[in-house]
């Protein structure tokens, strides 16, 4: 690893330097691409190699970041803002906010829209996006003076298993301070970069196993030649170390309270020492079989003074521990190999650096977790990485990634009807034609979710679309395409069209007709709506059997779109007999979604997915081979 004693001449020569930045939820870190195209971690004006993700606001109206602000927190808890990356993008109202309600010596509060926002103790409103910002700007003025240049470009990470509302909030965090975040990357992926782009590595399966302050992911990626392409993505966007914390800071609270008969936890200042007293037993018992928790004066002349046993702590968190296995099953599944097909195990995250995590991880795995990358530095590193492909610095690297959440819209009886699935390579775009459901109908109205769940209340309600000024006409006569559209950062754009052919005398002829977002008034009426659902109910059955059919069909139609992306991208530089092959396939394959959308012939979904199949392994094929071209160049 390079020092930082010599910065300025190693980076100076770049114009356009990219930073890579891990936005963590506890630690951050930000990273460059040198001259010899390895990333290096930039250190801070404390020179330290990670930055606390906290922001506080002072009396005398100062904004600290990183170690001032940790360093004030116990005299100044409710302006002291941590772990905010747990609440950004989401409802006051989601479950996880309501349970760090009283985990946090800062109020959590909605705004008009709902959303979680923060208030400092002066009254002032402040999202947790705008949190981000700060800590953002914070990094960028550390890589600014260790590098000497201005520097207005970065490729930030946020965890795979973030949804749309959180990736949004993320990129505005960037948008607040001025910085243009290029890409939004996948944490996990991220980690993966750093770790394939050392040359020393061998290609293969590779699982990262991300467990940081307060989220976690999981990750399956192939490394082939230099494309990354990920199998497979899962984890869960609530669950790290701070849960490890709460869990020992709840233990010391109720301890004190058997002993003394108070309660410290509406208590501010206590418990934002207690929380810190608990992290740090939570690090020690790495080491030490049994540890003492001493905080003196917590209440008036009372001490804390509690012994905690690396036994007792086990049990204690074995519960969150758990909570991993089940994404970790799914994501190998997803991937659709067998834990034995991995060759490598990356552990990503601080809360790694947990021997319990490693035992499990280890078991779970059958293998010994590898400790190749420094679990604090990996993703910052990776991120730098990109920032050098997208500015053209580094060639010979491909990131293939995936969306962690099926996208869909709402179908009769508040059921959820995918369009994209989940672990579908990005960027990708999907159109489907919409018509009118009732004679008459003057708009259609199309709520939009992200989500595993068959229920679009269980999901993640991202738009409500209303396409209006439809004339009136009988049912299925209007043509509406509504396109949805993912990309690169794992952001999603939805647009709604009428492509209806109108008569020249038609008061809509040659009129654009866009979307309009949110329900008005002009909806479905109640009997309408009334209709519809005798309608399904009366079709049921026959409505099953076409639903089942009709997913193999959007199966392949997505998968179509994937092979059209990849040839998009990497086509001038395939063979002429590749993307002959290709284009055979996608047009037979084509062919037969039509057959089944129009009912010409029901065919086999065995024989169309096996033909799906041989399209992607030669489409693979070409790629790989299109990277081994530009890494001999
Ligand atoms: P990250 O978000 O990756 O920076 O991870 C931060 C989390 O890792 C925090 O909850 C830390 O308390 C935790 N952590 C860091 N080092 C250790 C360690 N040696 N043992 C246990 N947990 C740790």
Do not use: W
């Not at 959440?405 to 009886?413: A, H, M, P």
């Not at 390579?425 to 003057?442: C, L, N, R, Y």
């Amino acid at each position: 690893m390079l020092r930082r004693s010599t910065p300025t001449l190693l980076f100076k020569r770049f114009k356009h330097t990219v930073l890579g930045i891990d936005l963590g939820t506890t630690n951050s870190a930000v990273a460059v691409v040198g001259t010899d195209n390895q990333p290096q971690i930039l250190e801070n004006d404390e020179g330290k190699r990670t930055t606390p993700s906290i922001v506080a606001f002072t009396k005398d109206d100062k904004v600290l970041v990183g170690l001032p602000a940790k360093r004030q927190a116990v005299v100044n808890p409710e302006n002291t803002f941590f772990a905010t990356k747990r609440l950004i993008g989401r409802k006051f109202e989601d479950q996880e906010v309501q349970r760090d309600l009283n985990n946090v010596s800062y109020k959590i509060i909605p705004n008009n829209q709902g959303d979680a926002t923060l208030r400092t103790f002066s009254g002032e409103i402040i999202s947790p996006s705008e949190i981000g910002g700060l800590i953002l700007q914070q990094l960028q003025k550390n890589a600014e003076s260790q590098l000497d240049e201005k520097i207005d470009k970065a490729v930030v990470t946020v965890p795979a298993y973030f949804n749309d509302s959180q990736r949004q909030a993320t990129k505005n965090s960037g948008k607040s301070i001025g910085l243009d975040i290029l890409r939004v990357i996948n944490e996990p992926t991220a980690a993966a970069l750093a770790y394939g782009c050392d040359k020393s590595r061998k290609d293969g399966i590779i699982a990262v196993f991300d467990l940081g302050g307060g989220t976690f992911d999981i990750s399956i990626l192939e490394i082939d030649n230099g494309v990354f392409e990920v199998r497979a993505t899962n984890g869960n966007t609530h669950l790290g170390g701070e849960d490890f914390d709460i869990m020992i800071m709840n233990h010391i609270l109720q301890n004190f309270k058997n002993e003394t008969g108070i309660d410290l936890s509406d208590d501010r200042f206590a418990v934002q020492r207690i929380r810190e007293a608990a992290e740090k037993a939570k690090i020690e018992l790495d080491h030490a079989d049994e540890i003492e928790i001493n905080i003196p004066f917590i209440s008036g002349d009372k001490h804390i003074k509690q012994k905690l046993t690396e036994a007792e702590f086990d049990i204690m968190v074995q519960p969150i521990i758990e909570k991993t296995i089940e994404p970790v099953r799914k994501c190998v599944r997803d991937a659709e190999i067998k834990f034995k097909d991995i060759d490598e195990v990356l552990l990503v995250g601080g809360m790694t650096r947990m021997p319990k995590i490693r035992k499990v991880v280890e078991q779970l795995f059958g293998k010994e977790p590898s400790t190749a990358v420094n679990p604090d530095e990996a993703v910052a590193l990776g991120a730098a990485i990109q920032g050098a492909v997208l500015s053209g610095q580094v060639k010979n690297v491909v990131l293939l990634d995936v969306t962690p959440l099926s996208l869909g819209i709402e179908t009769y009886g508040g059921i959820f009807s995918p369009l994209i699935p989940r672990n579908s390579a990005v960027p990708i775009k999907k159109e489907q034609m919409f018509s009118t459901a009732v004679d008459g109908q003057t708009g259609v109205e199309i709520g939009v979710y992200q989500g595993e769940r068959t229920l679009v209340k269980d999901n993640k309600k991202i738009g409500q679309f209303k396409l209006a000024n439809i004339p009136q006409g009988p049912k299925g006569s209007p043509q509406i395409a509504v396109s949805f559209e993912i990309d690169a950062d794992g952001i999603i754009n939805v647009s709604a069209t009428d492509k209806t052919k109108y008569p020249k005398d038609s008061p809509n002829y040659g009129k654009p007709n866009t979307v309009s977002i949110q329900v008005t008034e002009a909806g479905l009426t109640d009997g309408e709506v009334e209709k519809m659902i005798q309608e399904s109910a009366a079709n049921k059955k026959a409505d099953e059997e076409k639903r089942k059919l009709y997913e193999h069909a959007s199966r392949a139609e997505i998968l179509c779109t994937d092979t059209e992306n990849a040839l998009f991208q990497f086509g001038k530089l395939m063979e002429d007999e590749e993307k002959a092959e290709i284009n055979a396939f996608l047009k037979t394959i084509k062919e037969m979604i039509d057959d089944i959308r129009t009912g010409k012939n029901l065919h086999d979904p065995n024989t169309l997915n096996q033909k799906v199949n041989d399209m992607q392994n030669v489409c693979m094929t070409a790629i790989r081979n299109v990277a081994a071209k530009q890494s001999k160049q």
